[in-house]
């Protein structure tokens, strides 16, 4: 099974939800799409994530939620 894009470490942001490899918060592509802001926009403030990481976080936040609800 391949690592998840998403990371929870205690010493990276105090253990907030990263992109892996980076400080960036998953919470910030989703307050980024909630704004109306498009996947490109977030990707070019934040560089160190990929398009590939972003969607894939984006699956998996999906595929939890329908999980939960089925």
């Known amino acids: 099974m391949a690592a998840s894009v998403i990371v929870r470490d205690p010493q990276i942001l105090g253990g907030i ?27 070019e403030q934040f560089p160190t994530v990929t398009r590939e990481m972003a969607i894939e976080a984006l699956e998996t936040a999906k595929d939890s939620l329908l999980t939960r609800i089925e």
């Open 17 to 43: 939800p990263c992109f892996r490899g980076t400080r960036v918060p998953f919470q910030n592509l989703l307050d980024y799409l909630e704004a109306g802001d498009t996947l490109d926009e977030f990707l």
